[in-house]
Structure formats: structure tokens, C-alpha cells
């Protein structure tokens, strides 16, 4: 079973603070994404990549930065947390070509900034 | 208007009973279009894939409408373990994936 790990399930922060969510995953997928979830919203893609020190701005991707340094791990930053980034964080794989809509989720990260 | 809207309900459905519900996509160039099941506080989790023919996978149902340009997602025999929130993802053509609110479904005893 492909598996996506996120670091943490539930992280509380303080405004201004520097963040870090981390991603792993386990099945040599090249694209890997990161949402926001918030009620009545739907999943709202930050940035995404398609291999190794390649990124793209997703539809939110202000206050956000991420890295890829390697093919498993795709990080999500959050240079200096507002209170409005409160929100459910998700990470997800994919495999490139055919097929590479069916996205792989971690259990998602829990994020309150206070 | 929304990319991708979704009724959110919640529905509340008897046990045993049929459930159906439909999404709306604004894009007509979408081509390709699928169900996620999120459980709550848990991550989506792909249900199935839809097709232009429609396409069943057991006791769900899946059908596209191009020319009203919405999904619809039909579960029969509705189980307890059926409830969770269904998400509606269509894929534009910029290969960008657009996510539904997501609509919630109770099943009860």
C-alpha cells in the first residue's frame, strides 16, 4: 500500500512564527501536492511538483513556500504564520502519466495559529 | 459561480434506502472526473473514477452529463459505513484538479 507520511498530526503555533510541514512518501511518486482544507471550502491546492527541485504555485500560494530536495519528501513552509492559515493541511502523491489523478492523502496536519 | 459545486447537506438517509447526489462543474472542457469518500477527520480516499458510459463499482453508481455538465454519484443499498462526506474532483484541462465542497451523507439505523 503506497503510504504518505505527514510529521505531525496536530501543530499548534504562534503568529509569526516560522513553520515547517513535512511529507514523505514511499511509493517513488514523482508529483506530490500540498492543500488547505477548511469547511465549505473543498481542498484548496498551495503548490505542487512534478520531480525533484521542481515546484508550482498552486490557486493559494501567497505566505507559503515549499521544497523538494528529494523525489520523497516535499516540504510546505510557512515563512511567518497568520492566524488566517489556520486550517487542516494535506499532502498528496501521485504517479505521473495515466492514471496519476488518483491522488494519494497522509492523515493530514491540524495547524492552529494562535 | 464555483468551479465545482456540490450540495453540502447534510443527507440523511434510512439504512437500506437509495441516496443520490449530483455535482455541478462550470468548464466544459473538463475531461476527466471522479468520486473521493473523506471520513471525518480523515484523509480523501478515491471511491471511483467516472466515465463518459457511467460506470458501477458494487452498490455505487457513477454517471456523467456533459451536456447539463454534472456527476452524479447514486449508492444503493446504503450501509452505516457509508457515511462520510463525498467529494467531487473533475480535472481541467490544464491537468489542474478542481475539488467539490464535498457533500455529506448520514446513513442512520
Known amino acids: 500500500d503506497v503510504k504518505v507520511t505527514q510529521s505531525s498530526r496536530y501543530l499548534v503555533k504562534r503568529t509569526g512564527e516560522k513553520v515547517f510541514l513535512e511529507c514523505v512518501q514511499d511509493m517513488d511518486h514523482e508529483n506530490m501536492f500540498w492543500y488547505r482544507q477548511d469547511p465549505g471550502l473543498g481542498l484548496r491546492l498551495i503548490y505542487f511538483s512534478y520531480d525533484v527541485k521542481m515546484k508550482e504555485k498552486g490557486d493559494i500560494p501567497e505566505g507559503y513556500s515549499v521544497s523538494r530536495e528529494k523525489k520523497e519528501r516535499f516540504s510546505l513552509i510557512l515563512e511567518s504564520a497568520s492566524t488566517n492559515q489556520t486550517s487542516m493541511y494535506l499532502c498528496a502523491s501521485s504517479f505521473r502519466g495515466a492514471g496519476g489523478e488518483k491522488l494519494f492523502f497522509g492523515s493530514g496536519t491540524q495547524l492552529s495559529v494562535l | 459561480r464555483k468551479e465545482v459545486e456540490q450540495d453540502p447537506g447534510p443527507f440523511n438517509v434510512p439504512e437500506g434506502a437509495t441516496v443520490a447526489f449530483n455535482c455541478t462543474y462550470s468548464n466544459s472542457a473538463s475531461q476527466s472526473f471522479f468520486w473521493y469518500r473523506q471520513d471525518c477527520r480523515k484523509e480523501p480516499k478515491l471511491l471511483m473514477s467516472?466515465?463518459?458510459?457511467?460506470n458501477e463499482d458494487g452498490r455505487f453508481t457513477a454517471q456523467l452529463n456533459r451536456a447539463s455538465q454534472y456527476i452524479s454519484l447514486l449508492i444503493r443499498d446504503s450501509k452505516l459505513s457509508d457515511s462520510a462526506t463525498y467529494l467531487c474532483v473533475v480535472n481541467s484541462p490544464v491537468y489542474q484538479l478542481i475539488w467539490g465542497a464535498g457533500t455529506k451523507l448520514i446513513i442512520k439505523p
Open positions: 467516472v466515465y463518459s458510459s457511467g
